[in-house]
């Protein structure tokens, strides 16, 4: 990705501890779009080096507490690049700075979902879009070519997503691999989301972290053939594969 597309700071900003912060810039792919489209997250961070920072042993002002070699410098806001790229074509579109709305979410967890009006060719328009707190959108809609929160009816349970997001039947889907997904439509000015509940007998309790990265190895669900399909392979031997598709 040409270095002119990411946005950076050239100082480390203000944080709390003395002493060498190093930058580290680092990106990730979020999603892809039916029709291929990707959206890409560059995140702008400043860590401790892992090497001098046990030297320095320095300490948060205040009660005596030692960061960690390594940690990110935790006070400080990362910067978000997200950028939508053709990868055929080679063309790429980065996504304005969001104005501070983006800095509500931990983790880049970007859905795109595109429209054409002429049903075939290139897209007319795009919805970049993230599930926050498992009911409202935080979007960007290249129409408007402006970000806002969408704010939805309350979820029951805390949501965490597992996996990128999948475009599927006009919807954005966040999938928690522990009891369901969450789809709704970024183009919508209500975020109207639905739950659809994994098969029966895969839905779990809220899982601790551990628990819950052992279970992202085992379970996945995507879009294949025009429809939505989930499977697990059992963690345990006789290792079995079981394998769903959404009937609706």
């Not at 700075?97 to 979410?105: R, W």
């Not at 989301?193 to 972290?209: A, C, N, Q």
Request: aromatic share 8%; with cysteine; net charge negative.
């Amino acid at each position: 990705m040409p270095a002119h597309y990411i946005v950076t700071t050239e100082e480390p900003g203000p944080c709390r501890y003395s002493g060498v912060v190093e930058q580290i810039l680092c990106g990730v792919l979020t999603s892809s779009s039916a029709d291929g489209l990707l959206v890409l997250a560059y995140a702008d961070l400043r860590a401790s080096p892992p090497i001098i920072a046990p030297l320095l042993g320095r300490q948060v002002p205040g009660p005596a507490q030692t960061q960690t070699a390594g940690e990110p410098v935790s006070d400080r806001v990362s910067d978000f690049t997200y950028l939508v790229c053709n990868p055929l074509s080679g063309q790429v579109f980065r996504v304005p700075d969001s104005g501070g709305l983006t800095d509500i979410l931990d983790l880049p967890r970007m859905g795109i979902l595109t429209q054409a009006d002429r049903g075939h060719g290139p897209p007319d328009r795009f919805a970049v879009a993230q599930l926050h707190m498992g009911n409202s959108l935080v979007r960007f809609l290249s129409d408007t070519r402006e970000w806002d929160l969408v704010k939805g009816a309350p979820f029951r349970r805390v949501w965490t997503t597992d996996q990128e997001v999948l475009a599927f039947g006009g919807r954005l889907w966040w999938v928690d691999v522990s009891c369901g997904a969450i789809s709704a439509d970024p183009f919508s000015d209500r975020a109207e989301t639905r739950f659809v509940e994994l098969p029966k007998g895969s839905v779990l309790p809220e899982p601790h972290d551990e628990a819950r990265d052992e279970l992202v190895k085992h379970r996945r669900m995507g879009v294949s053939e025009g429809r939505l399909r989930y499977a697990e392979v059992s963690q345990q031997e006789p290792f079995v594969l079981s394998s769903f598709a959404l009937d609706e």
